[in-house]
C-alpha cells in the first residue's frame, strides 16, 4: 500500500499435491484490512522439512469383544508454532511371537482452524482402521507416524 509493506500473514500449510503434475496452488491473506490501494503481494514457499509429529500415547487396540477394528494413537506436533503438516501414519499388528498378521496406514490431516492452533504443542487422536473385516487376536506392534 503506497509503496510500503502492510503486513505478513505469517506462516501456513497448503496440502500437497494429489500427483507429480499439480505444481499450481494459491495463496491466502490473513489478518489484513482490505484496501483499495494495495497493489502487489510477495509470497515466499518452501518444503517443511524441520520436526513435525510424534507419537504421544500408545498405539492402542480399538476393539469389538474379541474382533480388532483398528488401531489408534495421540500424537504430538514438534514442528514450528502456527500451523502443522499432515502424516501417513502406519500400524501393524503382531500375534503372540511377534510376527505380523496385519499392517495398514492412514492419513492425518493437518491442523487448520486458528482455534485448533492456539494450545501449543499441538495434540491429535489418529486412528488406522483395519478395515472390511475385523481382525481376531493380534497386540499392536510397530506405529510409526511420517510427516509430510
Same mark, same amino acid.
Given at each position: 500500500?503506497?509503496g510500503?509493506?502492510?503486513?505478513?500473514?505469517?506462516?501456513?500449510?497448503?496440502?500437497?499435491?494429489?500427483?507429480?503434475?499439480?505444481? +499450481?496452488n494459491? !495463496?491466502?491473506?490473513?489478518? &489484513?484490512?482490505? %484496501? *483499495?490501494?494495495?497493489?502487489?503481494? /510477495?509470497?515466499?514457499? =518452501?518444503?517443511?522439512?524441520?520436526?513435525?509429529?510424534?507419537?504421544?500415547?500408545?498405539?492402542?487396540?480399538?476393539?469389538?469383544?474379541?474382533?480388532?477394528?483398528?488401531?489408534?494413537?495421540?500424537l504430538?506436533?514438534?514442528?514450528?508454532?502456527?500451523?502443522? +503438516?499432515?502424516a !501417513?501414519?502406519?500400524a501393524? &499388528?503382531?500375534? %503372540? *511371537?511377534?510376527?505380523?498378521?496385519? /499392517?495398514?496406514?492412514? =492419513?492425518?490431516?493437518?491442523?487448520?482452524?486458528?482455534?485448533?492452533?492456539?494450545?501449543?504443542?499441538?495434540?491429535?487422536?489418529?486412528?488406522?482402521?483395519?478395515?472390511?473385516?475385523?481382525?481376531?487376536?493380534?497386540r499392536?506392534?510397530?506405529f510409526?507416524c511420517?510427516?509430510?
Open positions: 500500500a503506497e510500503r509493506p502492510v503486513g505478513d500473514p505469517g506462516t501456513f500449510y497448503v496440502e500437497p499435491p494429489d500427483n507429480e503434475y499439480s505444481r +499450481a494459491w !495463496v491466502m491473506g490473513r489478518g &489484513l484490512d482490505v %484496501e *483499495d490501494d494495495y497493489v502487489d503481494a /510477495e509470497a515466499t514457499c =518452501r518444503q517443511y522439512t524441520g520436526a513435525g509429529w510424534e507419537v504421544e500415547q500408545g498405539p492402542d487396540l480399538i476393539a469389538d469383544g474379541t474382533a480388532i477394528l483398528g488401531v489408534s494413537a495421540r504430538v506436533w514438534k514442528g514450528d508454532r502456527g500451523f502443522t +503438516a499432515s !501417513v501414519c502406519r501393524t &499388528l503382531v500375534d %503372540e *511371537d511377534g510376527a505380523p498378521v496385519w /499392517e495398514g496406514s492412514e =492419513r492425518v490431516l493437518p491442523l487448520w482452524r486458528p482455534s485448533e492452533l492456539r494450545d501449543y504443542p499441538y495434540h491429535a487422536d489418529v486412528v488406522v482402521p483395519t478395515g472390511g473385516d475385523p481382525i481376531e487376536g493380534g499392536p506392534g510397530e510409526d511420517e510427516t509430510r
